[in-house]
């Protein structure tokens, strides 16, 4: 059996015949060519906000996760800033742009939708994986008909120059990277000029000692998973356009009837652990926009998708096992429940309180939108030994949740 075939199937979502017949395809494919082996781990994260937007997103990722700012780097156009935790997990490389209208392709993406439209500039952008040569990669991808921007065109995109990355996705409008680094050296962006800006490196202080204060610089853990938002019809093609282009492989596949959805699961060959390499998961409306009206269904994901465009939904960290003891006689805490009300007592909002269960094996909750990337994150704390990424009791409440977002429903009436 091909090594990217070798795993479990979860879930009860039925896929097509099409689906079926080409996931097996192409895995074997991929592992016969070599690209299974060649493909490594998700070394970066590329996200791009509105000017002058960049510093306070710094400074509400490095107290909401374990990133810690290291460095700027400036390009004509743009300041790329740098977030890390350590070589082990992936990088965030945060793009603001500095002039309101620069257009470019990724801002086209946003504006044809009524709220992506309000923040033209800010979007998830997508990953960039290791490979072992890059040179190799691209060209065998380039035979099976994937699609590259040219050095000229990373040029005026100002994207790092030591990267091949492949043109934005008709299913999720995201794109896939490719960098060529020997897993014993450091990362390095060959991008502009590099600095450590003091304004964004005070914000990220600011932030980690109010972490440290607070005790959750011990318990907040690296990406466990990427969420993306796509149309009805494209959920098959977007799984399988990225197993293409990855080395991940399909976990499966639950439907989620009564938020009329289904979360699709995807992750890593290489790495058991998401930590290492997160999971990325695609959630999709089972019926699309057009005929709700008359199944009478809720439909928060393909509306979701109407308004912002296909695209990353949320961040999800990991929580570490593990139990605050009560003081004055209360009952000892699960670390999730002191994490989101420590967040709570800083001012962040959340879209409904954590759910889930130690009997269950998970506990999650999923916070406001962003106002700068308009990204969620979700945290997830296991317990024991549980292996999945939720109940479908959870998934379906936090879809609810979600779709009833009051920062999203203010942004529909403004643009109604």
């Not at 000029?193 to 607070?214: F, G």
């Not at 939904?313 to 006689?329: F, I, Q």
Request: glycine share 6%; net charge negative; charged share 25%.
């Amino acid at each position: 059996m091909s090594a990217s075939l070798q795993f479990p199937r979860y879930g009860d979502k039925a896929n097509s015949a099409f689906f079926d017949e080409f996931l097996v395809k192409l895995l074997e494919e991929r592992d016969r060519i070599g690209l299974t082996e060649a493909i490594h781990q998700i070394d970066a994260l590329m996200i791009t906000v509105e000017p002058g937007n960049a510093l306070a997103y710094v400074g509400e990722l490095c107290l909401m996760t374990p990133y810690t700012y290291l460095v700027t780097l400036e390009s004509q156009d743009h300041y790329t800033h740098v977030l890390r935790i350590d070589m082990s997990a992936p990088d965030i490389l945060l793009r603001e742009v500095k002039d309101p209208n620069t257009r470019g392709i990724f801002r086209s993406l946003n504006e044809v939708y009524p709220i992506g439209a309000h923040k033209p500039n800010s979007r998830y952008m997508g990953e960039v994986f290791r490979v072992g040569n890059v040179h190799e990669v691209v060209e065998l991808q380039k035979s099976r008909d994937i699609r590259f921007f040219n050095q000229e065109q990373i040029r005026k995109l100002e994207l790092p120059g030591n990267m091949a990355v492949v043109k934005p996705s008709p299913y999720t409008h995201n794109i896939v990277g490719y960098w060529e680094r020997p897993e014993s050296d450091i990362r390095v962006y060959s991008l502009g000029w590099s600095a450590i800006r003091a304004d964004v490196d005070r914000a990220c202080q600011e932030a980690k000692e109010t972490q440290a204060r607070l005790g959750l610089d011990k318990m907040l853990l690296p990406i466990d998973h990427l969420a993306t938002r796509v149309y009805s019809q494209n959920r098959e093609a977007a799984i399988l356009e990225y197993l293409t282009l990855t080395s991940y492989y399909y976990w499966g596949s639950y439907d989620i009837a009564d938020q009329n959805s289904s979360t699709n699961v995807t992750k890593s060959v290489h790495h058991a652990n998401e930590l290492e390499s997160p999971a990325k998961v695609f959630t999709a409306a089972n019926h699309p926009y057009f005929v709700n009206h008359l199944l009478k269904l809720p439909s928060p994901t393909e509306q979701f998708v109407r308004n912002f465009g296909p695209r990353l939904h949320h961040l999800a960290v990991a929580v570490a096992d593990g139990e605050v003891p009560g003081e004055n006689g209360k009952a000892a805490q699960p670390n999730i429940d002191y994490v989101v009300d420590s967040l709570r007592h800083c001012g962040q909002d959340f879209l409904l309180d954590v759910i889930g269960s130690k009997e269950e094996g998970l506990k999650q909750i999923f916070s406001s939108a962003s106002e700068y990337s308009s990204l969620i994150v979700e945290y997830v704390q296991r317990f024991g030994d549980f292996q999945g990424f939720f109940t479908k009791d959870n998934v379906s409440e936090l879809t609810h949740a979600a779709g009833v977002d009051e920062t999203l429903k203010a942004l529909q009436a403004e643009s109604s």
